[in-house]
T-cell receptor
Framework: SQQGEEDPQALSIQEGENATMNCSYK?????LQWYRQNSGRGLVHLIL?????REKHSGRLRVTLDTSKKSSSLLITASRAADTASYFC????????????FGRGTSLIVHP | GAGVSQSPRYKVAKRGQDVALRCDPI?????LFWYQQALGQGPEFLTY????????KSGLPSDRFFAERPEGSVSTLKIQRTQQEDSAVYLC????????????FGPGTRLTVL
């Protein structure tokens, strides 16, 4: 079963535009992580946000977390063609085993 | 090593064959995870090791799936009597410790069962 669900399932934008992806989850969490997966490759960790944090930045990435709505968003600013990939959120349930549960992902295409 | 490695990268098996998938984690990483990723889906947890101990195997879909990490480093995921529904990418990840930490993923093994 998958706890996190990303939205939209697919996103197509032009280079230079911003891309926003959302993740909703069902149960209380310890933390939420975002990963990127290029076609045919493994996942690459992007950013981790803890349940007591509301916003984090890393380069062109901005992640927000709203625990009252059980949702998170990933914003990629000034997108590049190289950002084309699938993006997954992963949560680990509070009081659970710290094993992350992944959503189905958002497929992002950035057109040059 | 530089990262998590997996072999083979691609495996084609006839239905009923046994397969073994190997994972070499980052040196010194205590935790090792196996995931199954179907086409168009996110990774689904299979099993987890802390050193050589298999602490959670709740995600293994059937008793045809078996994983081991005998010396606390390299791990092998074995699938017996493969079936078509086993076709997927099998991902291995390692982390320094279980908990609030980053997982480092290997490139995966794409298994196709004919």
């Amino acid at each position: 079963s998958q706890q996190g669900e990303e939205d939209p399932q697919a996103l197509s934008i032009q280079e230079g535009e911003n891309a926003t992806m959302n993740c909703s989850y069902k149960t209380s969490i310890n933390n939420l992580q975002w990963y990127r997966q290029n076609s045919g490759r493994g996942l690459v960790h992007l950013i981790l946000i803890r349940s007591n944090e509301r916003e984090k930045h890393s380069g062109r990435l901005r992640v927000t977390l709203d625990t009252s709505k059980k949702s998170s968003s990933l914003l990629i600013t000034a997108s590049r063609a190289a950002d084309t990939a699938s993006y997954f959120c992963a949560t680990d349930a509070a009081g659970g085993s710290y094993i992350p549960t992944f959503g189905r992902g958002t497929s992002l295409i950035v057109h040059p | 090593g530089a990262g998590v490695s997996q072999s083979p990268r691609y495996k084609v098996a006839k239905r009923g064959q046994d397969v073994a998938l190997r994972c070499d984690p980052i040196s010194g990483h205590v935790s090792l995870f196996w995931y199954q990723q179907a086409l168009g889906q996110g990774p689904e947890f299979l099993t987890y090791f802390q050193n050589e101990a298999q602490l959670d195997k709740s995600g293994l879909p059937s008793d045809r799936f078996f994983a081991e990490r005998p010396e606390g480093s390299v791990s092998t995921l074995k699938i017996q009597r493969t079936q078509q529904e086993d076709s997927a990418v099998y991902l291995c990840a390692s982390s320094f410790f279980l908990g609030d930490d980053t997982q480092y993923f290997g490139p995966g093994t794409r298994l196709t069962v004919l």
